[in-house]
C-alpha cells in the first residue's frame, strides 16, 4: 500500500512510502503509522483519508494496491 | 476630450451577456491575477462584484513573516473548490464566481486566495463570496508553512472544527 502525506505530517513521515503490512481500514492504517512514529499520534487523530481523489471513511475496505493520502486539517487562506 | 483604455459610450455597451470565458484553474503555482481576473467578472446582469483577495500578513503570533510557502492536494483540492463554486453558483444564482488559490512561496502583501463573486444584487454577492471562501479555508486540502524572520516556521493549523463538532469530516458552519 502506497501512503502519500503533507504538510505537518512531513516532519513525521517521508512524503511518500510504502507499507507491506495487511492493512483493512483507515482505523488500522492509523495504529500502523503511530506505531512506526508515536509523535504523530494527535495529529493523525484529526487527519482524513483519501483513495483515488475522494476522501473514505473508516468503513471503507483498503486494498493493497491502494495509494492513500492522509490529509491534516486544512490551513489555506 | 482624453479617454482611457477602459472608457466605452454607453451606446456601444452590449447588453448581451458575455461570452463564456475559460474558468481559472482552481490551484495556481504562479501569482494570482486579480486586476485580470477582476476585469472578466463583469457581467451586465449584475449589479453587484464583490472580491475578496486572503494576502500574506507580515506577522503572525507576534513574530515578524517572511513569507508562506503553500502546498496542496491538487487533484482534490481542485475538485472541492470546483464543487464549492458550482454550488454556491446555484444557491445564489450568481452570474459570475471565481476562485483561485495559491500554492508554492507567497511573498508579504501578495495574495494568496482570491475568490470573485457577481449576482443581481449586493446581498447575495457577499454571502455567496463567504460561504465559498469559509468553504475553501476549512474543506479544501491546503496548507500554508509560515516562515519567520527569525528563521523558525511552522505548518499552519486553522481548521479545529472536529474539536467542537466531534467529527473530522465535519465542521462548524455545518451544524449551525
Redesign the interface.
Known amino acids: 500500500m502506497k501512503i502519500h502525506v503533507y504538510a505537518k505530517l512531513k516532519d513525521y513521515f517521508q512524503p511518500e512510502f510504502e507499507l507491506m503490512e495487511t492493512i483493512g481500514n483507515t482505523d488500522e492504517l492509523r495504529a500502523v503509522l503511530v506505531k512506526m512514529n508515536g509523535g504523530a499520534g494527535e495529529l493523525l487523530s484529526s487527519c482524513r483519508f483519501a483513495v483515488e481523489e475522494g476522501f473514505i471513511d473508516k468503513d471503507f475496505k483498503l486494498k493493497a494496491h491502494d495509494t492513500v493520502v492522509i490529509i491534516p486539517p486544512s490551513s489555506g487562506g | 476630450m482624453t479617454q482611457s483604455s477602459s472608457y466605452r459610450p454607453a451606446a456601444e455597451v452590449s447588453s448581451a451577456p458575455p461570452a463564456p470565458a475559460t474558468p481559472p484553474v482552481a490551484i495556481s503555482a504562479e501569482p494570482l491575477d486579480i486586476v485580470g481576473l477582476l476585469a472578466g467578472a463583469h457581467h451586465p446582469g449584475a449589479g453587484a462584484v464583490v472580491l475578496f483577495s486572503?494576502e500574506v500578513r507580515n506577522s503572525n503570533k507576534g513574530l515578524a513573516v517572511n513569507f508562506l510557502e503553500?502546498?496542496?492536494?491538487i487533484?482534490?483540492?481542485t475538485?472541492l473548490i470546483d464543487e464549492i463554486v458550482e454550488e454556491a453558483h446555484a444557491k445564489w444564482q450568481l452570474h459570475i464566481a471565481i476562485a483561485q488559490?495559491r500554492i508554492g512561496k507567497v511573498a508579504v502583501g501578495d495574495t494568496?486566495?482570491v475568490v470573485i463573486t457577481a449576482s443581481a444584487h449586493r446581498s447575495e454577492a457577499y454571502a455567496a463570496n463567504r460561504y465559498i471562501?469559509d468553504r475553501?479555508?476549512?474543506?479544501?486540502?491546503?496548507?500554508?508553512?509560515e516562515h519567520y524572520a527569525d528563521g523558525s516556521q511552522e505548518?499552519?493549523?486553522?481548521?479545529?472544527c472536529?474539536t467542537v463538532t466531534g467529527d473530522?469530516?465535519k465542521h462548524i458552519y455545518e451544524t449551525q
Open positions: 486572503g503553500y502546498e496542496a492536494y487533484p482534490l483540492a475538485k488559490h494568496a486566495v471562501i475553501i479555508k476549512h474543506e479544501a486540502p491546503i496548507w500554508k508553512c505548518w499552519g493549523n486553522n481548521c479545529n472536529h473530522i469530516s
